[in-house]
């Protein structure tokens, strides 16, 4: 799938029902492959994965954004944990990003097998809860008036905490 922009305003996205009922995001581990816009990245550059639960109590994000920062939340979906940390945006580089979140909803991250550091911020106020129920939202946007598009090539979700050098898929 690729999130294609054509000016500064766009900010596509895409939802996919789970494939049963999920309760919780608590215990909960995944990875997503992406891309970056090939524009200079700013601080309205996003690549977002957004789970909700099947009632909408919980919530799951995960946010990289052009100006190196990332949000991580999981939990409540009217008022969730906050996590932030930072990356390196490079324009038309290729990631892996592979989360967990525990049992108690601390958020692990690794950006291409290098563990991010997190912080925890406070618990905030979330849109998430606009958002279909039981289902996993992903979206972006180059935040530039130039045409352009980031490739998204997977998305995997497993129960359970998993580390990153566990594989989803075919080899």
């Not at 766009?10 to 309760?23: E, G, N, Q, T, V």
């Not at 290098?114 to 946007?141: K, R």
Request: proline share 9%; aromatic share 14%.
């Amino acid at each position: 799938m690729s999130m294609d922009t054509f000016d500064a305003d766009d900010f596509p996205i895409a939802f996919k029902p789970l494939s049963a009922p999920l309760a919780t995001v608590f215990g909960l581990s995944g990875q997503f492959d992406f891309t970056e816009y090939t524009t200079p990245p700013n601080p309205t550059t996003t690549y977002q994965l957004i789970i909700n639960n099947f009632d909408l109590s919980e919530s799951l994000a995960v946010s990289f954004f052009g100006d190196g920062n990332i949000a991580v939340q999981a939990g409540d979906s009217t008022l969730i944990p906050f996590y932030t940390g930072t990356w390196t945006p490079t324009p038309g580089a290729s990631h892996v990003v592979h989360f967990s979140i525990d049992g108690a909803g601390v958020p692990t991250l690794f950006l291409d097998g290098v563990a991010i550091p997190l912080i925890f911020v406070a618990d905030v106020g979330t849109f998430f809860a606009l958002y279909p129920t039981n289902m996993v939202s992903y979206g972006g946007g180059a935040g530039d008036v130039t045409p352009d598009s980031s490739p998204l090539r997977s998305i995997f979700l497993t129960a359970g905490v998993v580390g990153p050098e566990t594989v989803f898929c075919c080899p």
